[in-house]
């Protein structure tokens, strides 16, 4: 069969690495599985009860000698009692040293995998092949891994980068439509806060699926950005701007996910509302935005993404949890601002009240 991709490398300094993207790759992850199983490495896969079911045979196909770790499917898994288990299933199999992992799944999967890879025997080798939309264009690049904690998303982790990310986008065949539309709150989050151009191809093009021609062209579009942001602030350390640009809307949007549960809202349904909510922020702020706010809310729209709270949540609890939340700078909210789309800035020290009435907007009590 003919493979179709294209690479991509994301530079990070003393640790570049490839990023393959198209369609038909499972070859290619066969031949670097087979590379790594013929040198006598064992080779572990992570992935979920789903993918277990619905990607059968890509898993047959590339996954044949390794052995493979079956968790739940789901945002509740990314905790530590599954990392737990993950561990003692490494260690049931004589995972050592060199041995590698494979993240096959989401971003649930791919963070919690990396997060395992980058703490088993205080680091193992591990690859990203991404099944969602959400972890191609998003999570699976750039090495940010980790679980979940009661105080908060994404609160124990690391920085910690894979060897390669493999982007199949034939595996986005059997993502279920609320996947993939979860999803597309990422990429719209990318045309955002760095590229105007697929901002307003998003906008002009209709609703993007799997089969659309022009979805390698968005995922790299993604991709690129995403490659650059990291490459330049690996660890969210810039003074403003930075790596935490990418966090648009997500102050608002962890809130919710952590408030809730980790449950009720998918990861990029929870950012929906909060890009609706930065949208707001900002133009209380003095920015203009002229003309956003009508394609933003139609273009979450047309993908059925929420643009508020779908039940009341408690104000004082979701103010509780942002202010629990990494993106505080000396316990000060920062937030990500537009100023204009594609164009996005950091800014601290905003008046609490605001925040609230943007709460409030969105649907809190
Ligand atoms: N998802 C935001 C980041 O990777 O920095």
Not at 113 to 120: I, L, Q
Not at 242 to 258: D, K, M, P, W, Y
Not at 350 to 359: A, G, R, S, V
Request: glycine share 12%; net charge neutral.
């Amino acid at each position: 069969m003919e493979i179709l991709s294209k690479t991509l490398e994301v530079g990070i300094k003393g640790k570049a690495y490839p990023i393959h993207l198209g369609s038909s790759l499972g070859l290619k992850v066969r031949s670097v599985i087979q590379k790594i199983l013929d040198s006598g490495r064992k080779v572990c896969v992570v992935t979920d009860e789903n993918l277990k079911v619905s990607q059968a045979s890509f898993i047959n196909q590339c996954f044949d000698g390794c052995s493979i770790c079956v968790l739940p499917a789901g945002e509740t898994t990314k905790s530590m009692h599954y990392l737990g288990k993950t561990f003692d299933f490494f260690c049931d199999q004589g995972l050592g040293r060199n041995s590698v992992l494979i993240a096959f799944g989401g971003g649930v999967i791919g963070d919690l995998t990396g997060y395992a890879a980058a703490s088993y025997l205080r680091g193992i080798d591990f690859y990203q092949v991404p099944t969602t939309l959400l972890s191609m264009v998003d999570s699976s690049v750039g090495g940010k891994t980790g679980i979940n904690i009661s105080g908060g998303k994404n609160l124990v982790g690391a920085f910690y980068q894979p060897e390669a990310v493999f982007i199949d986008t034939d595996l986005l065949s059997t993502l279920p439509p609320r996947e993939f539309s979860a999803g597309m709150a990422e990429v719209v989050k990318t045309g955002l806060l760095g590229n105007k151009e697929l901002f307003d191809k998003l906008v002009l093009m209709g609703k993007l699926s799997d089969k659309h021609p022009d979805l390698v062209s968005v995922i790299t579009a993604c991709c690129v950005l995403k490659s650059t942001v990291v490459s330049e602030d690996e660890r969210e350390m810039a003074h403003s701007g930075g790596r935490a640009l990418l966090n648009l809307g997500h102050t608002f949007g962890h809130a919710i996910e952590n408030v809730t549960g980790y449950g009720a809202y998918l990861h990029g349904e929870a950012v929906a509302i909060g890009l609706v909510m930065a949208k707001n922020l900002s133009i209380r702020c003095g920015y203009s935005l002229e003309g956003l706010s009508e394609s933003l809310v139609n273009l979450l729209q047309l993908y059925q993404l929420p643009l508020s709270l779908k039940e009341p949540l408690p104000l004082e609890s979701l103010m509780k949890s942002m202010f629990s939340d990494k993106k505080t700078r000396n316990g000060k909210l920062r937030f990500v601002l537009l100023r204009n789309i594609g164009d996005a800035i950091t800014k601290e020290g905003i008046d609490e009240k605001m925040i609230e009435e943007i709460w409030r907007a969105g649907g809190a009590k």
